[in-house]
Protein backbone atom coordinates (compact mmCIF):
# COMPACT_ATOMS: atom_id res chain seq x y z
CA UNK A 1 0.00 0.00 0.00
CA UNK A 2 1.56 3.37 -0.97
CA UNK A 3 1.42 6.18 1.57
CA UNK A 4 0.75 9.53 0.27
CA UNK A 5 3.44 12.16 1.50
CA UNK A 6 2.39 14.88 4.08
CA UNK A 7 2.27 18.21 2.59
CA UNK A 8 3.60 19.80 4.84
CA UNK A 9 6.30 17.93 4.78
CA UNK A 10 6.65 18.99 0.96
CA UNK A 11 6.25 22.68 1.28
CA UNK A 12 8.96 22.53 4.09
CA UNK A 13 11.51 20.92 2.16
CA UNK A 14 10.62 23.56 -0.31
CA UNK A 15 11.16 26.82 2.26
CA UNK A 16 14.39 25.36 3.15
CA UNK A 17 15.79 24.85 -0.36
CA UNK A 18 14.94 28.43 -1.00
CA UNK A 19 16.23 30.17 2.01
CA UNK A 20 19.33 28.29 0.90
CA UNK A 21 19.85 28.59 -3.10
CA UNK A 22 18.26 31.92 -3.44
CA UNK A 23 20.83 34.34 -2.08
CA UNK A 24 23.42 32.18 -3.69
CA UNK A 25 21.33 32.79 -6.83
CA UNK A 26 21.13 36.46 -6.05
CA UNK A 27 24.77 36.88 -5.64
CA UNK A 28 25.84 35.18 -8.67
CA UNK A 29 23.14 37.27 -10.68
CA UNK A 30 24.85 40.46 -9.30
CA UNK A 31 28.05 38.84 -9.91
CA UNK A 32 27.07 38.81 -13.73
CA UNK A 33 25.40 42.28 -13.76
CA UNK A 34 26.98 45.93 -14.00
CA UNK A 35 26.74 48.10 -10.51
CA UNK A 36 23.66 50.20 -12.48
CA UNK A 37 22.31 46.97 -13.64
CA UNK A 38 22.64 45.60 -10.26
CA UNK A 39 20.53 48.83 -8.92
CA UNK A 40 18.25 49.27 -11.30
CA UNK A 41 14.72 49.56 -10.05
CA UNK A 42 12.53 47.44 -10.41
CA UNK A 43 15.01 45.18 -9.66
CA UNK A 44 16.23 42.47 -12.50
CA UNK A 45 15.52 38.70 -11.44
CA UNK A 46 17.92 37.85 -14.45
CA UNK A 47 20.40 39.43 -15.84
CA UNK A 48 19.45 41.38 -19.10
CA UNK A 49 22.99 41.60 -20.31
CA UNK A 50 25.00 39.40 -18.05
CA UNK A 51 29.22 40.25 -18.39
CA UNK A 52 31.76 38.47 -16.72
CA UNK A 53 33.81 41.80 -16.25
CA UNK A 54 33.25 41.81 -12.72
CA UNK A 55 35.60 38.47 -12.31
CA UNK A 56 38.02 40.50 -15.41
CA UNK A 57 38.25 42.64 -12.88
CA UNK A 58 39.25 40.68 -9.93
CA UNK A 59 41.19 38.11 -11.38
CA UNK A 60 43.27 39.92 -14.07
CA UNK A 61 42.77 43.59 -12.88
CA UNK A 62 44.80 46.50 -11.27
CA UNK A 63 44.74 48.06 -8.19
CA UNK A 64 44.62 47.02 -4.49
CA UNK A 65 41.68 45.50 -4.32
CA UNK A 66 42.51 42.99 -7.44
CA UNK A 67 45.76 42.27 -6.18
CA UNK A 68 44.62 41.59 -2.51
CA UNK A 69 41.63 38.68 -3.91
CA UNK A 70 43.97 37.36 -5.39
CA UNK A 71 46.93 36.64 -3.12
CA UNK A 72 44.04 35.53 -0.46
CA UNK A 73 43.04 33.00 -2.85
CA UNK A 74 47.09 31.97 -2.73
CA UNK A 75 46.43 31.60 0.34
CA UNK A 76 43.93 30.23 1.12
CA UNK A 77 45.00 27.57 -1.39
CA UNK A 78 47.85 27.33 0.22
CA UNK A 79 46.92 26.85 3.82
CA UNK A 80 44.16 24.31 2.77
CA UNK A 81 46.13 22.14 0.61
CA UNK A 82 49.29 22.11 3.53
CA UNK A 83 46.90 21.43 5.97
CA UNK A 84 45.14 18.42 3.72
CA UNK A 85 48.35 16.97 2.96
CA UNK A 86 49.76 16.97 6.56
CA UNK A 87 46.74 16.22 8.40
CA UNK A 88 45.79 12.54 6.04
CA UNK A 89 49.48 11.78 6.41
CA UNK A 90 49.77 12.18 10.22
CA UNK A 91 46.36 10.37 10.65
CA UNK A 92 46.61 7.66 8.54
CA UNK A 93 50.12 6.71 10.69
CA UNK A 94 48.37 7.41 13.89
CA UNK A 95 45.10 5.22 12.45
CA UNK A 96 47.00 2.43 11.28
CA UNK A 97 49.03 2.09 14.56
CA UNK A 98 46.22 2.42 17.00
CA UNK A 99 44.17 -0.58 14.93
CA UNK A 100 47.05 -2.45 14.60
CA UNK A 101 49.69 -2.13 17.56
CA UNK A 102 49.41 -3.62 20.60
CA UNK A 103 50.80 -0.96 23.42
CA UNK A 104 50.18 0.06 27.25
CA UNK A 105 47.69 2.97 27.35
CA UNK A 106 46.37 2.42 23.23
CA UNK A 107 42.54 2.26 24.08
CA UNK A 108 42.63 5.14 26.62
CA UNK A 109 45.26 7.09 24.06
CA UNK A 110 42.83 6.76 21.46
CA UNK A 111 39.46 8.00 23.22
CA UNK A 112 41.17 10.58 24.27
CA UNK A 113 41.78 11.64 21.31
CA UNK A 114 38.14 10.99 19.87
CA UNK A 115 36.70 13.37 22.91
CA UNK A 116 38.80 16.15 21.37
CA UNK A 117 36.04 16.14 18.74
CA UNK A 118 33.56 17.03 21.29
CA UNK A 119 35.08 20.33 22.57
CA UNK A 120 33.38 23.59 21.07
CA UNK A 121 36.76 24.47 18.41
CA UNK A 122 36.60 28.41 19.43
CA UNK A 123 37.24 27.37 22.76
CA UNK A 124 40.82 26.74 22.02
CA UNK A 125 41.21 29.87 19.88
CA UNK A 126 42.64 31.98 22.79
CA UNK A 127 45.13 29.34 24.19
CA UNK A 128 46.23 28.59 20.14
CA UNK A 129 46.94 31.94 19.81
CA UNK A 130 49.17 32.51 22.67
CA UNK A 131 51.02 29.71 21.67
CA UNK A 132 51.21 30.63 18.38
CA UNK A 133 52.61 34.23 19.18
CA UNK A 134 55.12 33.14 21.62
CA UNK A 135 56.15 30.94 19.16
CA UNK A 136 56.39 33.33 16.24
CA UNK A 137 54.15 31.89 13.85
CA UNK A 138 51.20 34.47 13.91
CA UNK A 139 51.17 35.76 10.31
CA UNK A 140 52.52 32.46 9.06
CA UNK A 141 51.26 29.49 6.52
CA UNK A 142 52.64 27.26 9.59
CA UNK A 143 50.86 28.61 12.18
CA UNK A 144 47.92 28.64 10.20
CA UNK A 145 48.33 25.24 8.64
CA UNK A 146 48.97 24.26 12.50
CA UNK A 147 45.89 24.97 13.83
CA UNK A 148 44.15 23.74 11.46
CA UNK A 149 45.40 20.03 11.74
CA UNK A 150 45.14 20.15 15.30
CA UNK A 151 41.17 20.85 14.45
CA UNK A 152 41.08 18.54 11.80
CA UNK A 153 43.08 15.18 12.60
CA UNK A 154 40.72 13.43 15.25
CA UNK A 155 38.24 12.99 12.81
CA UNK A 156 40.39 11.73 10.34
CA UNK A 157 42.05 9.40 12.66
CA UNK A 158 38.62 7.94 13.58
CA UNK A 159 37.51 7.37 9.74
CA UNK A 160 40.78 5.82 8.71
CA UNK A 161 40.80 3.88 11.91
CA UNK A 162 37.71 2.11 10.83
CA UNK A 163 39.02 1.57 7.35
CA UNK A 164 42.29 -0.37 8.76
CA UNK A 165 40.08 -2.12 10.87
CA UNK A 166 37.90 -3.61 8.31
CA UNK A 167 40.79 -4.59 6.23
CA UNK A 168 41.46 -8.46 7.20
CA UNK A 169 45.35 -8.67 9.29
CA UNK A 170 45.69 -11.64 7.20
CA UNK A 171 46.80 -9.78 4.41
CA UNK A 172 49.41 -8.09 6.39
CA UNK A 173 50.59 -11.26 7.15
CA UNK A 174 50.82 -12.61 4.15
CA UNK A 175 52.61 -9.55 2.96
CA UNK A 176 55.19 -10.13 6.44
CA UNK A 177 55.34 -13.99 5.53
CA UNK A 178 56.54 -13.04 2.01
CA UNK A 179 59.54 -10.57 3.52
CA UNK A 180 57.91 -6.99 3.41
CA UNK A 181 58.80 -4.98 6.78
CA UNK A 182 55.70 -3.25 8.76
CA UNK A 183 55.97 0.06 6.35
CA UNK A 184 56.20 -1.83 3.04
CA UNK A 185 52.99 -3.66 4.04
CA UNK A 186 51.52 -0.48 5.24
CA UNK A 187 52.46 1.46 2.00
CA UNK A 188 51.92 -1.37 -0.26
CA UNK A 189 49.15 -3.21 0.89
CA UNK A 190 46.92 -1.99 3.42
CA UNK A 191 46.88 2.28 2.10
CA UNK A 192 45.82 1.06 -1.28
CA UNK A 193 42.49 -0.65 0.13
CA UNK A 194 41.96 2.15 2.47
CA UNK A 195 41.94 4.55 -0.79
CA UNK A 196 38.56 5.64 -0.65
CA UNK A 197 38.77 6.16 3.11
CA UNK A 198 42.12 8.39 2.47
CA UNK A 199 39.78 10.23 -0.79
CA UNK A 200 37.12 10.99 1.18
CA UNK A 201 39.25 12.61 4.33
CA UNK A 202 40.99 14.33 2.20
CA UNK A 203 38.31 16.21 0.44
CA UNK A 204 36.54 17.14 3.91
CA UNK A 205 39.85 18.35 5.48
CA UNK A 206 40.18 20.45 2.37
CA UNK A 207 36.68 21.68 2.52
CA UNK A 208 36.76 22.29 6.41
CA UNK A 209 39.51 24.28 5.59
CA UNK A 210 38.33 26.74 3.06
CA UNK A 211 35.21 27.33 5.53
CA UNK A 212 37.68 28.49 8.25
CA UNK A 213 37.02 31.93 8.80
CA UNK A 214 37.61 33.09 13.12
CA UNK A 215 40.98 31.10 13.66
CA UNK A 216 42.49 33.07 10.46
CA UNK A 217 41.38 36.13 11.00
CA UNK A 218 43.02 36.11 14.76
CA UNK A 219 46.11 34.35 13.55
CA UNK A 220 46.70 36.71 10.07
CA UNK A 221 46.40 40.16 10.25
CA UNK A 222 47.70 40.97 7.35
CA UNK A 223 47.52 40.17 3.40
CA UNK A 224 50.50 37.80 3.11
CA UNK A 225 48.69 34.90 4.67
CA UNK A 226 44.66 35.87 5.13
CA UNK A 227 43.02 33.32 3.23
CA UNK A 228 39.83 34.56 1.02
CA UNK A 229 37.11 34.42 3.06
CA UNK A 230 38.91 36.69 5.48
CA UNK A 231 39.78 38.98 2.94
CA UNK A 232 36.21 39.16 1.53
CA UNK A 233 35.08 40.13 4.97
CA UNK A 234 37.58 42.51 5.50
CA UNK A 235 36.56 45.09 1.86
CA UNK A 236 34.01 46.41 3.31
CA UNK A 237 35.76 48.09 5.86
CA UNK A 238 38.88 48.96 4.02
CA UNK A 239 37.22 49.81 0.65
CA UNK A 240 34.29 51.51 -1.05
CA UNK A 241 33.63 48.38 -3.12
CA UNK A 242 31.09 48.06 -5.46
CA UNK A 243 28.26 45.58 -4.91
CA UNK A 244 28.82 43.58 -7.80
CA UNK A 245 32.63 43.35 -7.21
CA UNK A 246 31.51 42.09 -3.45
CA UNK A 247 29.12 39.11 -5.32
CA UNK A 248 32.35 38.37 -7.70
CA UNK A 249 34.49 37.76 -5.08
CA UNK A 250 31.81 35.98 -3.06
CA UNK A 251 30.97 33.38 -5.62
CA UNK A 252 34.90 32.87 -6.09
CA UNK A 253 34.79 31.84 -2.33
CA UNK A 254 31.99 29.57 -3.01
CA UNK A 255 33.52 28.14 -6.73
CA UNK A 256 35.94 25.64 -5.38
CA UNK A 257 34.14 23.77 -2.46
CA UNK A 258 30.91 23.71 -4.80
CA UNK A 259 32.79 22.09 -7.38
CA UNK A 260 33.98 19.24 -4.97
CA UNK A 261 30.86 18.59 -3.01
CA UNK A 262 29.20 18.29 -6.54
CA UNK A 263 31.90 16.33 -8.54
CA UNK A 264 33.00 14.17 -5.65
CA UNK A 265 30.11 13.66 -3.25
CA UNK A 266 29.86 10.27 -4.17
CA UNK A 267 33.43 9.50 -3.00
CA UNK A 268 32.38 11.53 0.44
CA UNK A 269 29.57 9.90 1.13
CA UNK A 270 30.79 6.40 0.26
CA UNK A 271 34.05 6.82 1.97
CA UNK A 272 32.53 8.32 5.27
CA UNK A 273 29.84 5.71 5.21
CA UNK A 274 32.10 2.42 4.63
CA UNK A 275 34.70 4.15 6.90
CA UNK A 276 31.96 3.99 10.00
CA UNK A 277 31.23 0.71 9.63
CA UNK A 278 33.14 -2.15 10.01
Avoid at 7 to 21: D, Y
Avoid at 170 to 188: C, K, P, T, Y
Wanted: charged share 10%; aromatic share 10%; hydrophobic share 55%.
Amino acid sequence: MRTRRHPVRAVSLVLVILWSVVPIYWALKSSLQTESDARSRPAQYVPVHPTLDNFRTLLVGNGDLASGIRQSLLNIVIECAAATVVTVTLAALAAYAFARFKFRGRTVLFYTVLATMAFPPYTTLIPLYRIMSSAGLVNTYTGIVLVYVSGFLPLAVWVLHNYFTSIPESIEEAGLVDGANRLQVFWRLVLPLAIPGVISIALITFLFGWAQFLFPLVLSTDLSTQPLTVQIAALQGRHIVPSTLMSAAGMLAIAVPAVIALGFNRYIVNGLLAGSTK
